[in-house]
């Protein structure tokens, strides 16, 4: 059974703090993205990584950093985190960017 | 610039009856499409898909519709059962064996979402 873990279902955070979202696969995928969902506006890539060490920006990647050290590993990090980042966040994986991804459970981050 | 739109935020349907979920999109380099279900609280998990050399396909209670010439595809959902409320999430993509990262439509697009709600 294929699995995507996420470190986290809930978190609270202050503004300002550094937050880490671990997300690790069991199926040996190359490519792992991160998504944040809001109500109206859907799935939004924040970043993608297709090998490890390798990374590219989605279409909202101001605030927010990714580490791939291992291929079963993507980190999303909130280097400062704000209000507006306040999310469902989720970790995906694939064996090609443009197919049907495997989701995590997803992580709801508030930001106090 | 929404890529791939549902503008229906919200669809009620009587168990029993046919949920009918839509989907549009603008970029004509997208090649396949792909519809996903997610329930609160939960990933969302892949339910089917359709490539652009196809008109419809199957998959039990649920099939997809495309219509290239209108860039538009459809989720039909027969019988419908309390069971598939959730929130259904179109997406598209330049093809699903892609590699030339950096590209448009390298990656899925996703759509903001219909929720279904199935009354018994």
């Known amino acids: 059974d294929v699995k995507v873990t996420q470190s986290s279902r809930y978190l609270v955070k202050r503004t300002g703090e550094k937050v880490f979202l671990e997300c690790v696969q069991d199926?040996?995928?190359?490519?792992m993205f991160w998504y944040r969902q809001d109500p109206g506006l859907g799935l939004r890539l924040i970043y993608f990584s297709y090998d490890v060490k390798m990374k590219e920006k989605g279409d909202i990647p101001e605030g927010y950093s990714v580490s791939r050290e291992k291929k079963e590993r993507f980190s999303l990090i909130l280097e400062s985190a704000s209000t507006n980042q306040t999310s469902m966040y989720l970790c995906?994986?694939?064996?090609?960017?443009?197919?049907?991804?495997?989701f995590g459970p997803g992580t709801r981050l508030t930001v106090l | 610039d929404q890529q791939v739109k549902q503008n229906s935020p919200s669809l009620s349907v009587q168990e029993g009856r046919i949920s009918i979920l839509n989907c549009d999109y603008t970029n004509s380099m997208f090649d396949y499409f792909l519809w996903y279900k997610k329930y609160p609280a939960e990933g969302p998990t892949f339910l089917i898909s359709?490539?652009?050399?196809?008109d419809k396909n199957e998959d039990g209670r649920f099939t997809v519709f495309l219509n290239k010439s209108a860039k538009h595809l459809s989720l039909h959902i027969v019988p419908s059962q309390p069971g598939d409320s959730a929130v259904y999430f179109c997406a598209a993509s330049g093809g699903p064996f892609l590699k030339n990262y950096g590209g448009a439509t390298n990656k899925l697009i996703f759509g903001t979402g219909t929720l279904l709600a199935v009354q018994p």
């Open positions: 995906a994986s694939s064996i090609s960017p443009g197919t049907s991804s495997y």
């Open positions: 359709i490539s652009s050399i196809k």
């Open positions: 199926m040996d995928h190359e490519n």
